[in-house]
């Protein structure tokens, strides 16, 4: 709560060294856990949604084009994950000096 106000009332506009390696770690490791924790989710999707598209495609071949959608929407969190790591990762130079 104090920091808040103290950076809410300072005037200064400078970043000292201290706070850009904070702000860079910050970034990095937001980078890798968005990549990482959705990486896992994907995972444990894939896994889940995959089993039984194969246990359903082997008592109805017809329905390949379901089967293929619900692992395919499991595999776009890992997408979505590295898309955010990006995003994150392309902000880190800005704070450099």
Request: no cysteine; aromatic share 6%.
């Amino acid at each position: 709560m104090n920091t808040i106000s103290v950076l809410a009332q300072s005037s200064d506009t400078t970043v000292s060294t201290t706070d850009n390696s904070l702000a860079i770690l910050g970034l990095a490791l937001g980078s890798g856990l968005a990549v990482g924790l959705a990486g896992i989710g994907a995972g444990l999707a894939i896994k889940t949604t995959g089993t039984a598209s194969i246990s359903m495609l082997a008592e109805r071949p017809e329905a390949f084009f379901k089967a293929f959608l619900v692992v395919a929407l499991g595999e776009a969190l890992a997408v979505y994950g590295l898309i955010v790591s990006i995003l994150l990762w392309t902000k880190i130079p800005t704070f450099t000096m």
